[in-house]
């Protein structure tokens, strides 16, 4: 990531129009990568996001022994290891700002005789890893973490590790896929209980690399059991398009008149697509076009056509399948009719920034009416009307890629335009996310 911050104005401009792809999606893309290494054998993937985090991915698996290398544009050849392969890293592995690539690579080392210091960036450094530190100790995992349980952290491998059963404290796809990875190289049925349903891309790979993985639904709970010590196959992986990053678009054309945009090759999965909904119950006028399924995930083409919102609360049962979408629903809730209300979003406060804060913060500061609330904001929309801008404020972004973009949006709605204080962490999700805005409002 660049040192210096690269701030930049967003300006209300023409509608957005024409048709474009965004960047893979960056849930799949680490798990190609990381799978593809497990697997004996040639992967090939397209379509992968080359945003730092999952970059960052790719040279922790290089250091662990996979052989990796970009052939072309989001084209990727990887051979794998296979389970139980990985090498002991000559070097710490530098997770940058990727909480993704930190909790999922502490899985799959776990459970290897391996040992790997973990670092990051000031903003990952921050971030709590006792979610994945306490499920991974119990499989017999040690760990030597900075205070507060944060990195920079020292892991050493349990080989082997112990099969456990164990109930997600906190809805979390990386703690879950933590788990599951270091089930991968442990004998036995390694079991993770769901109270709350989270996305659902591990299952789905892992089971198109060959792993005998059952999922259930019982008393309620979704129930997933992983059987070690499989040979994964290698697979012809196509990334579908990231629902989290399209989401800056879908809210762009929704809010600014005249709009009519349509965003490629989304993916659809049912665990991602919450603001679609969320989106369509406001009044927006959101079409999936050519439904399809692309390895094991849905697919559809999305046509947005400018629409008046209206306030919602949203159920708190959806922040799951939306975790990563509420600071843009936030952008569109500030120009709706009426009030929004939003609970249940106490994860939000350990992302990359705090977003809850950061999002109020922001927003108040180009003139939108929020109240924070310890789990949720309560947004007062403008009825449509711009908001006043920034004119002689820089919102302050905290290094957060989601807060950066979504405030790029809420510019294209201003008066004054919006100045946010840094855009080089947009870089880690989106690295093409202003050349794009600014193509489809020209």
């Known amino acids: 990531m660049s040192t210096s911050p690269t701030s930049r104005r967003f300006r209300a401009s023409g509608p957005l129009r024409g048709t474009i792809a965004v960047p893979g999606d960056k849930s799949i893309s680490h798990r190609s990568l990381i799978l593809g290494a497990l697997a004996v054998g040639e992967t090939r993937v397209t379509g992968l996001l080359e945003g730092e985090d999952v970059l960052a991915t790719a040279a922790a698996m290089r250091a662990m022994g996979a052989d990796i290398e970009r052939t072309g544009d989001g084209e990727w050849r990887i051979h794998g290891v296979g389970v139980g392969g990985l090498l002991q890293p000559d070097a710490a592995l530098d997770c940058g700002n990727s909480g993704t690539s930190a ?30 530190i306490e499920p991974l100790s119990q499989m017999g995992a040690g760990f030597t973490p900075s205070p507060g349980g944060r990195m920079p952290l020292m892991l050493e491998g349990a080989h082997p590790a112990v099969p456990i059963t164990y109930r997600l404290p906190v809805a979390s796809a990386q703690v879950k896929s933590a788990v599951l990875l270091a089930g991968l190289n442990t004998p036995g049925v390694t079991t993770v209980i769901e109270p709350v349903p989270t996305r659902d891309h591990s299952e789905r790979m892992l089971r198109g690399f060959g792993a005998l993985i059952e999922v259930s639904e019982e008393d ?11 040979e994964l196959q290698p697979q012809d992986i196509v990334v579908p398009g990231d629902p989290s990053s ?18 490629r090759n989304v993916g659809m999965n049912p665990t991602r697509a919450g603001l679609v909904g969320v989106l369509r119950a406001m009044g927006a006028n959101i079409e999936e076009l050519d439904p399809r399924e692309v390895g094991g995930e849905p697919v559809a083409d999305l046509r947005v056509r400018h629409a008046t919102l209206k306030g ?53 500061t180009v003139g939108a009416q ?16 711009p908001l006043r801008g920034s004119a002689n404020a820089r919102v302050k972004t905290h290094l957060d890629h989601r807060i950066a973009m979504s405030m790029a949006v809420a510019g294209l709605a201003s008066r004054d335009g919006v100045e946010v204080d840094d855009t080089s962490p947009i870089a880690t999700s989106f690295p093409n996310f202003i050349a794009l805005l600014d193509e489809v409002t020209r």
């Not at 790997?116 to 709590?128: M, N, Q």
């Not at 309620?220 to 499989?230: A, D």
């Not at 929020?370 to 009307?385: A, P």
């Open 370 to 385: 929020v109240e924070e609330r310890e789990d949720g904001l309560t947004i007062h929309g403008t009825g449509g009307e």
């Open 103 to 132: 909790r999922l690579l502490m899985g799959l080392v776990a459970s290897h005789g391996i040992t790997a210091t973990f670092t990051g960036d000031a903003s990952l450094s921050k971030r709590p890893m006792g979610r994945v």
């Open 220 to 230: 309620g709970e979704r129930v997933i059991r992983l059987t070690g010590q499989p």
């Open 312 to 364: 919602i609360e949203v159920d708190p049962a959806l922040a799951p399948s939306m975790i990563d979408e509420f600071p843009v629903l936030f952008v569109a809730a500030a120009l709706a009719q009426g009030t929004s209300v939003t609970r249940g979003l106490e994860e939000l406060r350990v992302k990359e920034s705090d977003r809850l804060a950061t999002m109020a913060a922001a927003l108040k």
């Open 246 to 263: 399209a989401a800056f678009f879908m809210v762009a054309a929704t809010l600014v008149e005249g709009s009519d945009l349509t965003i």
